[in-house]
């Protein structure tokens, strides 16, 4: 299992553009990268997963480059309400490895 | 109601009590997970069960014991109950159409203190 590396913390205003980026030098093959989001009290959700180059949704961008061995979440324009815990998981396949959440980065939106 | 939930939602018990946490799921999914999240440690895999009947430990299986009988349950049993069981337990569920690699749905959390 690729093991991750995200910043602990990060601090935006309101309406700005936030951009995570989660390091995974070990990422195998056949490996996707997701990232969840988890508000306080409740279980994580899924925002968005992908392989390589970029994916987009209604809630945020995934940027992989060409060697995989990063990628940044981008979330755009956030509100008080993007505050939260990200998580980026990298090639959570089940079998011989455990899934590794890890601690995540942790969000705050300021008005 | 849809969706996967969790029973109970809050639970205190003593060290050294049995104590079940359920985990049910209407979608059918193949994958049901046990994670236990305290703070400083993340989200921490316990067992994971690709099916009914096939169960496996996860990164911090001691004092666990899980079964899947039925593909919508997925009970995690504290046989002895100790304090530094003393965490928020989700639940979550996948569908199988890449291994494990599919978005996981995560069940509300129950809220144990070992005491």
């Known amino acids: 299992l690729a093991k991750t590396t995200q910043p602990i913390s990060m601090d935006s205003y309101e309406g700005q553009e936030v951009n995570i980026t989660c390091s995974h030098n070990n990422i195998a ?14 279980g994580p959700r899924f925002i968005i997963q992908g ?59 300021i008005a | 109601d849809a ?9 205190i018990t003593e060290t050294g ?19 236990r999240q305290d703070l400083g440690h993340g989200l921490r895999l316990i067992y994971y069960s690709a099916a009914a009947d096939i169960t496996d430990k996860g990164e911090v299986p001691d004092g666990y014991v899980v079964s899947r009988s039925k593909t919508e349950n997925f009970p995690l049993t504290l046989e002895s109950a100790t304090r530094s069981q003393t965490s928020v337990y989700f639940c979550a569920s996948s569908p199988s159409s890449r291994g494990g690699q599919d978005e996981q749905y995560f069940g509300p959390g129950t809220r144990l203190t070992v005491t």
């Not at chain 1, 180059?53 to 995934?62: I, Q």
């Not at chain 2, 969706?3 to 639970?11: A, C, E, F, V």
């Open chain 1, 29 to 42: 093959t056949n490996d996707y990268i997701t990232w969840y989001q988890q508000f306080p009290s409740q």
């Open chain 1, 51 to 109: 392989y390589k180059t970029k994916v987009t949704n209604e809630v945020a961008s995934l940027f992989i480059p060409a060697d995989r061995k990063s990628s940044t979440l981008s979330l755009p324009r956030v509100s008080l309400s993007d505050t939260a815990v990200y998580y980026c998981l990298v090639g959570d396949r089940v079998g011989n490895t455990p899934l590794v959440f890890g601690k995540g980065t942790r969000l705050s939106v």
């Open chain 2, 3 to 11: 969706g996967i939930t969790q029973s109970p939602r809050y639970k």
């Open chain 2, 17 to 35: 009590r049995q104590v079940t946490l359920m985990c049910h799921q209407t979608w059918s999914h193949s994958y049901m997970f046990w994670y």
